[in-house]
């Protein structure tokens, strides 16, 4: 006995919806992935990821029963895309450039802001590359759009030396002998 399931309009509607909050929160995540990477410059990671924070807004919107963000994330299996969650909770890109880099005492309270928690999650048992490096890039990406930071600064060499440093490793490798170092080059250098 052959059956055939039909969808109503509204169901397949919906169903539509669902597939494209999957899909736009898989891209985001790999989106913020090859942002951290450096394969993606950040008025172009700006760009995108703004579209799919607003995608992400306009397709919840539409739907009537959305279970929520941490729920959807838990039913359909995506709770490797920490960073796309992430951004969708925060709706903004984590990259803080040329359009807010004109005022300075926003990027110096984000830089200091960014600083502390990066500290505190060093402080984590285990951080691994993944989880580390974005938040380093966006302290990065700030002080360049800080115009009373120079390149020259001490600060800003460090940074980008970490940046090349965990770049050069596996997303999974943990921070352990480095994590003090890393702490330590951060909290003296942002002083």
């Keep these: 006995m052959n059956s055939v399931f039909k969808l109503t309009p509204q169901e397949r509607s919906e169903l539509e919806d669902l597939q494209n909050i999957y899909s736009i929160i898989r891209t985001l995540d790999a989106l913020e992935s090859e942002f951290a990477r450096g394969k993606v410059k950040g008025d172009e990671y700006q760009d995108l990821c703004t579209q799919y924070i607003q995608q992400f807004d306009t397709t919840v919107e539409n739907l009537e029963n959305f279970p929520g963000l941490e729920t959807f994330v838990a039913m359909y299996n995506l709770t490797q895309c920490k960073n796309a969650v992430k951004r969708l909770k925060e709706k903004s890109a984590g990259y803080v450039g040329g359009k807010i880099g004109k005022d300075q005492a926003v990027n110096a309270f ?3 802001t960014q600083v502390v928690n990066l500290t505190d999650y060093i402080d984590l048992d285990e951080v691994s590359v993944e ?17 009373s930071i120079t390149k ?23 921070l352990d002998k480095e ?13």
């Design 110 to 112: 984000r830089l200091g």
């Design 152 to 174: 020259e600064d001490s600060v800003v060499s460090k940074i980008n030396n970490w940046v090349d440093i965990l770049k050069e490793k596996s997303a999974t490798d943990s």
């Design 179 to 191: 994590e003090n170092e890393l702490r330590s080059a951060v909290e003296r250098n942002m002083q």
């Design 131 to 147: 989880e580390i490096l974005p938040r380093i890039r966006d302290i990065q990406n700030l002080m360049r759009a800080t115009s």
